[in-house]
């Protein structure tokens, strides 16, 4: 789930009572108790009922049951071991199954909430292997429990393991990761008449030669590299260089810099063009409530419906309230976008989600250069093509009608506000398909956030599918009112922090910008005083910096799509209203190009403290919407350019060498963090479908394995390309939403 952890819980017997006082491991102490198994014993190591354990051969071995739905449905185990907070452990140990499986290994709190100091799915054959693992441990608990998780498995299939050891005053491996060459590039290429550059990782001082060539060899232009010292964003000692006046088209091109050559890249009008089709394409994979389909996405991404109550399945289409904020109804809440990583469906993420959709849309409705065409009906692969609505509008009402499903039904308790998240009880197993998915669902109570997204988004829907769909148009629109009623009638209703177990909490207790953004959305529907006169006494109106952030708008500060929409959406705002209006998009642009143009790396992100967030990629791409937003307002080539630097740093041209963006580039993003298309855990699955963007670096290492593996990074080097590192690699409906807006506007620019 973007923004919240997403590691599955286990459950384990109760550990024994504790020692009335944590004490801390001396140096190099062993905590496991009988790691070997030499004299034949399995105490203390316990196990659930289902798989029972035994020495065998020196190996303590376990057959586990086929058919178990999680992980921890079958585990082996030890308490009592004592960790220490700061302390760096070498956990080791060698196992082996007699069927190709993934395991997950813990080192975790005993009991409820199970918390994780270590985690890792480790992948098993019949062939013993030896893991050997680093943490360090952030709590201090002298009873944590050592969790083999060995259930999750069709078949049945026996588990050993031996030589086990858990030892503190271990050194935690340097971090060292695989950048490829040092030479930097934007991995899928540039428009011609834009700009083109490049980053040279060096640790010398002078100036070097660069050269430019094309797929023969042939050099086509040479320079030398500007030297730009000590990047903020990553600690690394850069150089640049800049091949804007090559324009000729062509695929293969290098950048070579003595004995260093780039990725190859490509120049050409259209070189955006599958970027902004497979950008949208990615919420069609992640529907809910019906087949994805092989002809329409190939048959590695084809999946049967989830959640429709076919058992072993639980079903959105009768979801009950959860069992501590119970309601006596039920909901049909099925379809939707599964949000992220997880299963969960969540409205104030689809709310911004949906709304970025529909403003990609009707942009081509406001914007001078903007290709309507592109968005049409039969240009993506949805099941809906061929209707006569455009496809964008399309894949936008299938979150739209979820939003709708949200609603608490009249006559209720807090009739007409939204429930604010959808997802099961416990996290969901990693990995899980959504028809395998045996878990209650549960509703979770309304929100004043959650039901000012459903005003908002259903607003702008509403005048979107006028001219399309008349009737699902009133409908959205009597939603929006009537959402914005409850939530002027209830305006402090919060989702806690605390509601975390299965699914993020997307708490938020400052709704001012929700009320901004709905009200803004509604006003430029329906004309109606009521709206415009609670956005001019917003305490937002007029205060474009506390509209846009310096580190970019997201779920959590939505007042930017009510304004980007009130600057370029006709409305009867009078002109000097919309003057302001639009003086604050682009004095936040200004600012947005001018971190873009510090940046050796050219992004327009300079994060307050150079402390990089969860999802820092989406921040990026927000951050470039306004750009863009401004260019289309002002014409000016610098906010142009600002945005062709936040897709170059997305798809390679940063201090990983890395595209964030699967299938684009030739080191793209392959493993983000996904129930669903799991492919690093189970061969069988597919990797995430190209134009799915990972969330990129997060300064916080808020995951076990980026604590594990990426301790001492800077900034935006706190990466990495692995399932499990949620915080750095998970996916999301509202990350996605800007990349496919932003690849549509930089798309549209080749096409002028």
Known sequence: MAGALTAGASAAPAAPAAPDTPTSPAAGAEEVVNGDFENGSTAPWWWTENNPASVVDGRLCADVP?????????????????????????????????????????VQQATDPYTQYFTSADQLTAEPKAFTQTFTAKADDDAA???????????????????????S????????????????????????????????????????????????????????????????????????FDFSGVTAPGDGYTVTIGDQTSEPFSIGAGVYSELRKDALQYFY?????????????????????GHLNVAPNRGDNGVSCVATAPCSYTLNAAGGWYDAGDQGKYVVNGGIAASQLLSSFERTLTAPGASKGALGDGKLRVPERGNG???????????LAFLLSMQVPKGQKLAGMAHHKLHDAQWTALPTQPTDDDQPRELHPPSTAATLNLAAAAAQGARLFRGYDRAFSDKLLTAARTAYAAAVAHPAVYAPATDSVGGGAYNDDNVTDEFYWAAAELYITTGTSTYRDAVLRSPLWGKGADIFPQGGFSWGSTAALGALDLAT????????????????VTAAADGYAADAAKAAYGMPYAPEGGHWVWGSNSQVLNNAVVLATAADLTGAAKYRNAVLGAVDYVLGENPMNQSYVTGFGERSTQNEHNRIYAHQLDSDLAHPIAGSMAGGPDSSLEDPKAEQKLAGCVGAMCYIDDIESYSTNEMAINWNAPLAWVASYVDDLGMR
Do not use: H, M
């Not at 083999?148 to 393991?161: L, M």
């Not at 809910?288 to 590695?300: E, F, K, M, N, Q």
């Open 389 to 399: 609505v455009p496809d964008i509008l399309d894949e936008a009402r299938w979150e």
């Open 569 to 584: 959406v006709p409305n009867g705002l009078t002109a000097r209203q919309r003057a302001e209006v639009r003086g604050e």
């Open 145 to 167: 429990q050592l969790a083999f998780q060995i259930g999750g498995s069709d078949e049945a299939y026996t588990f050993c393991v031996d030589d086990i050891s858990l030892t």
């Open 169 to 240: 005053g271990a050194e935690t491996p340097p971090y060292d990761p695989d950048t490829g060459s040092p030479v930097r590039v934007n991995q899928v290429g540039y428009l011609p008449a834009g700009p083109k550059t490049g980053v040279f990782v060096t640790d010398a001082d002078d100036p070097a030669a660069w050269s430019l060539k094309n797929a023969a060899g042939a050099e086509v232009a040479s320079g030398t590299t500007t030297p730009r010292g000590v990047d903020a964003s990553s600690g690394q000692k850069v150089q640049s």
């Open 66 to 106: 086929a058919g178990t739905a999680n992980p921890w449905d079958a585990i082996i185990g030890q308490n009592d071991l004592p960790v220490a907070p700061g302390e760096t452990y070498a956990l080791t140990y060698t196992a082996s199954a007699t069927v190709p499986v993934t395991i997950t290994t813990n």
């Open 285 to 305: 994979v992640e529907r809910s409530g019906t087949p994805i389909r092989g002809d329409l996405v190939g048959d590695a991404w084809a999946r049967p419906a």
